[in-house]
């Protein structure tokens, strides 16, 4: 058995990766497509990234469990949970907390979300 370390890492850029190999490339994995790529109709980049944003959920979805979220309220979780809800098959567990200080406390919005 031999024994490898990597020495002199000090970090990777965006979306880079380490193929630990013995020439020890650096490869990236993922790159942000150039903006011409996107398409110039509001609506149709819309529905680009609610396809996109369906998709990563259901594929997350398999389990043989009941799932759940946490929900604070903000557009992001309940977004999530929207998509949970309807590609998910069955009812989704939502946990949330509330706030003593109103200014902090989404607690009403994860209600009405939930």
Known sequence: MAWFSILAVLGLGPAGAILYRISGDLQRWWSIPRPGQAPNDREELLQRVDR???????????????????????????LMVRYMAEEGG??????????????????????RSS
């Open 90 to 111: 069955r009812p989704v567990e939502t946990f949330s907390l509330a706030f003593d200080e109103a200014g902090f406390d989404e607690s009403a919005y994860a209600l």
């Open 52 to 78: 996109a944003l369906r998709e990563s959920v259901r594929r997350q979805l398999v389990s043989d469990v009941p799932l759940g979220a946490f929900l604070s309220g903000g557009i992001d979780s309940s």
